[in-house]
């Protein structure tokens, strides 16, 4: 167990819709990941947090977007959903610094399913 | 654009040794070398990581090479459990380059 929590587990839904994924970090990690997983591209990073603010950005479609909150859980948001988004969405969190840090480790939750019909 | 090269699988006999190994010919004087687990579709799992000198821990070895152009990741006493997909990352300060990994089978 990283400590890290996702939910749901598993989110089934239909094209064109909006789902909100959730992840509460481990306790004391101030930054924030999301990572996209599928079939033909592998574990993609998405997006960065760190203390609420956006970190880095990574291949992240137009119609994601995701945010940090003052309690410092994250949720993605995945909107005008298509068949191609059915993947396994990961977050994972470090302790993040405000500088840049070239040793800094991640840890993973469980994901989420999707599953775009 | 990943910055390492893995081959796509091994196949390692239960209780040897597995080396994995990993190029990174690119590599920056700062950036660390960071070694991942995926078993089925689990979240990836840290295993170890370094920079210049080699490191052990509970899980593995990491060797890395004088020039740092290239590591083995070491599993002394390979399992079954040990069954996964190896991800060999060089870490530029914010993202993590997955790439394609390496398949490990471990054969009773």
Not at chain 2, 7 to 34: K, W
Not at chain 2, 74 to 99: E, K, M, S
């Amino acid at each position: 167990d990283s400590g890290v929590t996702q939910t749901p587990k598993h989110l089934i839904t239909a094209t064109g819709q909006r789902v909100t994924l959730r992840c509460s970090p481990r306790s004391g990690d101030l930054s924030v990941y999301w990572y996209q997983q599928s079939l033909d591209q592998g574990l993609q990073f998405l997006i960065q947090y760190y203390n609420g603010e956006e970190r880095a950005k990574g291949n992240i479609l137009e119609r994601f977007s995701a945010q940090q909150f003052p309690d410092l859980h994250s949720e993605l948001n995945l909107s005008s959903l298509e068949l191609g988004d059915s993947a396994l969405y990961f977050c994972a969190s470090s302790v993040g610094t405000s500088g840049r840090l070239w040793t800094d480790t991640q840890y993973f939750g469980p994901g989420t399913r999707l599953t775009v019909l | 654009d990943a910055k390492t090269t893995q081959p796509t699988s091994m196949d390692c006999a239960e209780g040897r040794a597995a080396n994995l190994p990993c190029n990174h010919s690119t590599i920056s004087g700062n950036e660390y070398v960071y070694w991942y687990r995926q078993i089925h579709s689990q979240g990836p799992q840290y295993i170890i990581h370094g920079l210049k000198n080699n490191e052990t821990n509970e899980m593995a070895s990491l060797i890395i090479t004088e020039d740092r152009k290239s590591s083995t990741l070491i599993l002394p006493h390979a399992t079954l459990r040990d069954t996964a997909v190896y991800y060999c990352i060089v870490y530029t300060g914010n993202q993590f380059y997955f790439g394609t990994g390496t398949s490990l089978t471990v054969i009773p």
